[in-house]
């Protein structure tokens, strides 16, 4: 029985976030900087019990948004760090580990392999995306099932940001304009409804 529990976590870890590396053209300056910071926010957000996915109403909107803030806020925190399949912590990360970490730490429980996070929330349009939305991806030629996910750190106009672990840089902040991740995304979905 243990050894069969071992086998299919090891199989959700596996296929959580594909280990394709993936092509960069960044034309001839090979260095990118990070445009959107973690900062801090000095307005507290009320301690809660554990919830699936907070729901968003007009008397809990402005403490949502708050929520939203910290999550991105969490996420960011791990910036650099380095991609280590099926890890959540600062020695390394994988891309749903850490979207499973900036959640949990707010007390939102998250699916731990991103195609499963997928089956979560509301399925949303490209031109609706919010901060805190989640992107979803197919990465490489074979892939029949979503493998990579990021959160949603900003939207600017038609350019949007999202933060997510790769295997060749790590932790990193990353353009859906960017051609690869254009080509390889699939559907965003949110969980904070």
Do not use: Q
Request: aromatic share 8%.
């Amino acid at each position: 029985m243990n050894r069969k529990l071992l086998y299919i976590i090891s199989s959700l870890l596996l296929v959580s976030c594909g280990a394709v590396k993936k092509k960069t053209t960044y034309g001839n300056n090979n260095e990118r900087k990070i445009t959107v910071e973690a900062r801090n926010i000095n307005t507290p957000t009320e301690k809660r019990s554990p919830s699936k996915f907070p729901k968003i109403n007009s008397e809990n909107e402005r403490t949502v948004s708050y929520i939203v803030d910290d999550i991105i806020n969490s996420a960011l925190a791990f910036s650099g760090t380095r991609y280590k399949y099926g890890g959540t912590s600062e020695k390394g990360m994988d891309c749903s580990g850490l979207l499973y970490v900036a959640f949990s730490n707010h007390d939102i429980l998250l699916p731990r392999a991103s195609y499963i996070m997928a089956e979560e929330g509301k399925n949303i349009r490209l031109n609706d995306i919010l901060k805190g939305d989640l992107l979803f991806f197919k990465t490489g030629r074979k892939s029949k099932k979503i493998n990579h996910v990021g959160l949603v750190v900003s939207t600017d106009g038609d350019e949007i940001k999202f933060i997510h672990s790769t295997i060749s840089r790590g932790v990193i902040v990353s353009s859906l304009k960017e051609g690869y991740w254009n080509y390889a995304f699939v559907k965003a979905t949110r969980v904070l409804l």
